[in-house]
């Protein structure tokens, strides 16, 4: 097995559980779970029992207790693209050296998304005048990505135009992977906003979360072809684009 798709180099040796005051908060999307653990018993032709984990150093562990094989996988794998899903079936199942290759450059593209590396400061403040941004993120993380609630946060970002400026562009959403918060920008915290273009601005932000930038040619670019893929599965994608070209202007006026 390759090394990279058992653990991450660099860290200690021991695993470290997350801590939280009031117990664990990990949120898995038990559907994707059970539709994973269903694929490995298929796979090993024997019961599995799949738990999904947030540890800092293993990514990927089993072990066999009375007959039946206990495997534990990091969350990312749950929201992972179905290339991925079926290497990770393979590694286990077979121990298949290209299908560990694949699971650990996998891993090795997603560290950002192991624990934040820097907390979030000061509050934030899903709920707006209009739009709930926590209930946008479950939904789209539930129907996209097999949930991810607890993984990424997000909040309403500040208003950044100054009094009796006007604006040439606007950034309605951005994530940052070091704090795995998403920001969207209040001026979308409107009535004539639709839900869904607000929904495409997080899930967007989400892509970006599981698709770290990547090179092409000579030049760096943070938008790799995957995630520009990606984003067309998104229900209302043209949608979505047709909604802000036609209300762009209307957009950089708002206050």
Do not use: C
């Not at 860290?11 to 939280?20: G, K, P, R, Y």
């Not at 539930?142 to 990424?152: A, D, K, Q, R």
Request: aromatic letters at 6%; proline letters at 6%.
């Amino acid at each position: 097995m390759a090394p990279a798709a058992v653990r991450i180099p660099g860290q200690s040796s021991e695993d470290h559980e997350l801590e939280f005051p009031s117990g664990p908060r990990i949120f898995v999307h038990e559907g994707a779970r059970q539709a994973l653990e269903r694929r490995l018993e298929l796979a090993l032709a024997r019961p599995v029992t799949l738990g999904v984990t947030d540890n800092l150093r293993r990514m990927v562990s089993q072990t066999r207790v009375r007959g039946t094989l206990r495997v534990r996988v990091h969350m990312m794998f749950l929201g992972a693209h179905e290339r991925i899903r079926q290497a990770l079936v393979d590694f286990v199942a077979r121990g298949d050296p290209r299908a560990s290759e694949i699971v650990g450059k996998y891993i090795e593209a997603n560290l950002h998304r192991i624990r934040a590396s820097r907390p979030v400061t000061g509050p934030l403040r899903t709920r707006g005048r209009v739009h709930d941004l926590g209930a946008l993120l479950a939904a789209v993380s539930g129907t996209y990505f097999g949930g991810m609630p607890g993984e990424v946060l997000v909040t309403w970002g500040r208003r950044t135009r100054p009094a009796g400026e006007k604006r040439d562009t606007i950034k309605l959403g951005s994530y940052s992977a070091e704090e795995r918060l998403i920001r969207v920008h209040p001026v979308l915290d409107r009535k004539w906003v639709p839900r869904y273009f607000v929904s495409y601005i997080i899930y967007h932000e989400l892509l970006h979360h599981l698709i770290p930038a990547g090179t092409s040619g000579r030049r760096d670019t943070v938008h790799p072809p995957e995630l520009l893929e990606r984003e067309r599965e998104f229900r209302h994608y043209e949608r979505a684009l047709a909604w802000e070209e036609r209300n762009i202007g209307r957009l950089l006026r708002a206050k």
